[in-house]
């Protein structure tokens, strides 16, 4: 599945050695939880879920976001970043937000897209430059109590935007 992307750290169920801790979660039996899902709903369904539970690098992240940012390679189906970025309703692609300014800040435009988990974790992508920044972070360790990331959100997605804007006075006209 990820094979094609060339990631190599990115699935369900991984080793627990290999993941930061998340929160924890008393209310299921669990103590601090490292490896597993902390999502209840995902957990319950043995951590395997379309929601949540999925675990990767920042470099897979990237891979990816990069992927879609340059409308897939050889990696992805013809039509599936097509039908990703285009728009569903309200600014919602197919598993990603579209021209959202309050997660990519002045960065957020008609070419630009990206993905938020509730841990905290988001990529950014351009899809004029093929530019994406990663963030990885963890609202939740080691309580839900740790507040909003929204702004982090904004401030690396707009480290992006010098490269974005050079680019694009590059390459003018690029846009999906």
């Known amino acids: 599945m990820t094979g094609p992307l060339g990631m190599v750290d990115t699935g369900f169920l991984p080793t627990p050695q290999r993941c ?74 197919l598993g990603v937000d579209l021209d959202k300014p309050r997660t990519m800040g002045a960065l957020a435009s008609a070419a630009t897209a990206g993905h938020t988990g509730f841990t905290g974790t988001s990529y950014v992508l351009d899809t004029r430059t093929g530019a994406v920044a990663v963030l990885l972070t963890n609202r939740v360790h080691p309580t839900r109590d740790g507040g909003a990331v929204n702004e982090s959100r904004v401030a690396v997605a707009e480290a992006l935007l010098p ?4 680019a694009t006075a590059l390459r003018p006209g690029r846009m999906r």
């Open 163 to 166: 490269v974005t804007e050079a």
């Open 20 to 93: 930061a801790a998340t929160e924890v979660q008393p209310w299921t039996g669990r103590s601090l939880v490292r490896g597993e899902v902390h999502d209840e709903n995902a957990w319950a369904l043995g951590g395997v879920a379309g929601h949540a539970g999925l675990f990767g690098t920042a470099c897979d992240v990237a891979l990816l976001a990069h992927a879609v940012a340059t409308d897939g390679g050889a990696a992805l189906r013809p039509g599936s970043v097509e039908a990703m970025l285009a728009d569903h309703g309200h600014g919602n692609g």
